[in-house]
């Protein structure tokens, strides 16, 4: 069995400051780690993966993530938010035969002006 | 332009009834799949299929239902079985050898 924990479910940050949302996974066999990002009342939007190879992982709008295998942890980074970073972002694992993905309860990140 | 749409936006039902959630895609995509989202709770899988004619229940099927007979289209019954059917609900699909699920705008379903 796979799971997520993210240990957040709000993290407010002033615009233009850096954020990290936090994302623990635990697993009994090698995983792929996924970062999601959903805006009010749509569907989710892919930010990152990682299946395998460097750990740093670069996305898209600025986000990026780092697979730590020994601590099962891929956090999310930005080293700049604006206010259109405003959403709920949820981090999933899924086992590399990939027949479930399992995601975690999600973190709003609010960006205050 | 390729995706995935759900309709309708919104829904309203009497407790009782039952309901079907539309999901179509155009991204000639093998497997779909059914998610239920509530506050706090994140996504949780209730039905998936690989392929036309297949599906396996996820983690909370009961009181749902679905059907694929053909390969673009993976409609969702909610039934009058479903305790709590009050939800958003997430429909996404997933191309062969891809690792990232696209996701439609969702049904926010509301039974009275």
């Known amino acids: 069995a796979q799971s997520v924990t993210q240990l957040d479910s709000q993290v407010p940050v002033f615009e233009e400051a850096p954020v990290e949302l936090r994302c623990n996974y635990s697993?009994?066999?090698?995983?792929?780690l996924f970062w999601y990002v959903q805006y009010p009342n749509q569907g989710l939007q892919l930010l990152l993966k990682?299946?395998?190879?460097?750990?740093l992982v670069k996305g898209i709008n600025g986000f990026e993530a780092e697979f730590n295998k020994s601590q099962t942890s891929f956090h999310l980074r930005k080293p700049s938010v604006h206010i259109s970073d405003t959403a709920e972002y949820f981090c999933?694992?899924?086992?590399?035969?990939?027949?479930?993905?399992?995601f975690g309860t999600g973190t709003k990140l609010q960006v205050i002006p | 332009d390729g995706g995935i749409t759900q309709s309708p936006k919104y829904l309203f039902r009497k407790e009782g009834q039952n309901v079907t959630l539309s999901c179509e895609q155009n991204?000639?995509?093998?497997?779909m799949y059914w998610y239920r989202q509530d506050p706090g709770q994140g996504l949780r899988l209730i039905y998936y299929?690989?392929?036309?004619?297949?599906?396996q229940k996820g983690d909370i099927a009961e009181g749902y239902s679905v059907s694929r007979e053909k390969k673009e289209s993976f409609p969702l019954t909610v039934t009058s079985a479903q305790k709590n059917p009050t939800a958003f609900y997430l429909c996404?699909?997933?191309?062969?050898?891809?690792?990232?699920?696209?996701f439609g705008p969702g049904t926010r379903l509301t039974v009275t």
């Open positions: 996404a699909s997933r191309g062969q050898d891809s690792y990232e699920q696209y």
């Open positions: 697993s009994s066999v090698s995983v792929y």
């Open positions: 990682y299946l395998s190879g460097s750990t």
């Open positions: 999933a694992v899924s086992n590399q035969g990939y027949q479930k993905v399992t």
């Open positions: 991204l000639n995509h093998d497997a």
């Open positions: 299929s690989q392929i036309v004619n297949d599906f």
